[in-house]
């Protein structure tokens, strides 16, 4: 399926821009710079359908991608988090905005947490799936840029993130290891994805 049809659809500043709820979707969310467009382009074999939301302006969207002809999965690039210097009422903004679209979407089959492989989880990451615990749907934990991190390392960052899940209701156990540079774990994610989705 990935390797057929991709296309960007369509940022949506505001819940009211949503595409109709006719496909199931699956969210992809974490820290600004966590590799969320080198992931997402990894999965879907392209160079650049999802490009790093460097202007600010960009970072509060959902960006909406469509799998398939005719479209059986839409992909959500949901705005990154943890901006050392976001404003106030820019973070409000954002939370109320997921907060919102992970309550109320029914479509919505799962939540992609991505955490980059060489920090594990971060502060904000525990706010993040302290919000999606609160949600009706199951979040798997996608660990990124894995090829920096010695076999060693990787391990013990491994052991690390499996034993903090464990103490989130909506978390699935289960880690994925992935790298977008040497593609380690892309094929097995989007079975995954495909799963979640009833595909
Ligand atoms: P985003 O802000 O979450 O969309 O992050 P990007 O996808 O733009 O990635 C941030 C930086 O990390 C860029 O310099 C990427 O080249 C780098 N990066 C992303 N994924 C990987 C990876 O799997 N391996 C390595 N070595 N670098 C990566």
Known sequence: LFSGRVDFLLSAPQ??????????EIA?????????????????GRKSIARASVTPGRTQELNYFEVG???VLRLVDMPGYGYAKAPLAVVD????????????????ARNLVLVDARHGFKDVDRDM????????????????KADK?????????????????RA???????LHVTSAETKHGIPELRAAILEDANL
Request: glycine share 6%.
């Open 15 to 24: 819940l009211k821009f949503l595409p109709e709820p006719t496909v199931p």
């Open 28 to 44: 992809f969310c974490g820290r600004s710079n966590v590799g969320k467009s080198s992931l997402l382009n990894a999965l879907t």
């Open 69 to 71: 002809d005719p479209t």
């Open 93 to 108: 903004k954002w939370k109320k905005l997921v907060k919102t679209f992970l309550r109320g979407r029914q479509v919505l």
């Open 129 to 144: 799936m302290q919000m999606l615990d609160g949600a009706a749907v199951g979040y798997r934990i996608v660990l990124t």
């Open 149 to 165: 991190l010695k076999a060693s390392e990787l391990d013990r960052v491994i052991a690390a993130v499996e034993i903090e899940a």
């Open 168 to 174: 989130h209701p909506a978390a699935y156990p289960a």
